[in-house]
């Protein structure tokens, strides 16, 4: 069982930066990839970025591309999301979630665990 567990986030003006944070415990060596996604009301749940924790690689959709960046620490068993530059647009419920996969999935139906979500506003 692995549980992940939010933290940061919040109301931030257009251009501003904000991070969010997701600890991982429990079976936390079954994991291998851990993406971050988000959902604004009326619509889907869309990816954002992931990182593949043996290479540290990441990935990112082409909205956030250059302004998002994911990390990884493996001792504190948590991955960040650093957003900076934000934009109305950004503003969604963001979610981290993590899985034993070959690498970093871009559908949520991919991964098993998930923190519980966590509000960014970007205001005008």
């Known amino acids: 069982q692995v549980q992940l567990v939010q933290s940061g986030g919040g109301l931030v003006q257009a251009g501003g930066s904000l991070s969010v944070s997701c600890a991982a415990s429990?079976?936390?060596?079954?994991?291998?990839?851990s993406g971050w996604f988000r959902q604004a009301p009326g619509k889907e749940r869309e990816f954002v970025g992931g990182?593949?924790?043996?290479?540290?690689?990441?990935y990112y959709a082409d909205s956030v591309k250059g302004r998002f960046t994911i990390s990884r620490d493996s001792a504190r068993n948590t991955v960040y999301l650093q957003m900076n530059n934000l934009r109305i647009e950004d503003t969604a419920v963001y979610y981290c979630?993590?899985?034993?996969?070959?690498?970093?999935?871009?559908?949520?139906?991919?991964?098993?665990?998930w923190g519980q979500g966590t509000q960014i506003t970007v205001s005008s």
């Open positions: 429990g079976r936390t060596s079954s994991l291998s990839a």
């Open positions: 979630a993590a899985g034993n996969l070959i690498g970093v999935a871009t559908v949520p139906d991919a991964y098993r665990n």
């Open positions: 990182i593949k924790y043996s290479s540290g690689s990441t």
